[in-house]
């Protein structure tokens, strides 16, 4: 069953650091690499997602894609108190439609 | 454009009652998502249909919980008989069904069983 995870469990940075998150899946055949934020007390939303090998920035958000090796890593510059949240990273296979979500990294920026 | 409707928002529940959930998904959407959010757990799926079949039931959740499509716009989540550990956040999700497409989800039902 493919497995999805994601390091750390938990990060604390100061406003204007920078975040660094990790996602790694163990299934060999995931295609495709989303990441969701999900605000407390509300429902997960897209954030970013990549699906070839490299990096794609928008704006403060870049997000590495290295295939060879299924990992994915979500770095937020100039971070900001209104980026605490949870981070979830999911990941698709090519045998079938359904997302399966890492456990998350709770981001907290101090302001 | 309306996105995913759940309802009830909320929810309390006495252990071994039945409740249903409610899950309206994005119009012209394919694919539909139950997921339970837990703080330990993490989001988990429960049940996954595509055009209305059911494609996946969660393994593990057969047992007392039964998700059904009756038409393309509306999904039901019956938990039957509930227990303590069924407390958690229930979101309903769903995408146009091609690969790359965003998966949406509603604000969620937050259960809570006594």
């Known amino acids: 069953q493919q497995k999805v995870q994601q390091s750390p469990e938990s990060l604390i940075v100061p406003e204007g650091g920078m975040a660094s998150l990790n996602c790694t899946s163990s299934?060999?055949?995931?295609?495709y690499f989303w990441w969701y934020r999900q605000h407390s007390g509300k429902s997960p939303k897209m954030l970013m997602s990549i699906f070839s090998n490299g990096e794609k920035e928008e704006g403060r958000f870049t997000v590495h894609l290295n295939k060879a090796s299924l990992h994915t890593s979500l770095h937020i510059r100039d971070s900001q108190p209104s980026d605490s949240a949870l981070y979830l990273c999911a990941a698709l296979n090519n045998a079938g439609a359904k997302l399966t979500f890492g456990g998350g990294t709770r981001l907290t920026v101090r302001p | 454009d309306a996105g995913v409707t759940q309802t009830p928002r909320h929810e309390v529940a006495e252990k071994g009652q039945t409740i249903i959930l409610k899950c309206e998904p994005v119009?012209?959407?394919?694919?539909l998502f139950w997921y339970r959010q837990t703080k330990i757990q993490g989001l988990e799926l429960l049940s996954y249909f595509r055009s209305k079949s059911l494609m996946e039931d969660g393994g593990a959740f057969k047992d007392r919980f039964k998700a059904e499509m009756l038409n393309s716009s509306f999904s039901t989540l019956k938990i039957q008989p509930t227990e303590p550990k069924d407390s958690a956040v229930y979101l309903c999700?769903?995408?146009?069904?091609?690969?790359?497409?965003?998966?949406?989800f509603g604000k969620g039902t937050r259960l809570t069983v006594v």
């Open positions: 999700a769903s995408s146009s069904g091609t690969a790359n497409t965003e998966v949406f």
């Open positions: 119009s012209g959407h394919n694919d």
């Open positions: 299934d060999r055949n995931v295609d």
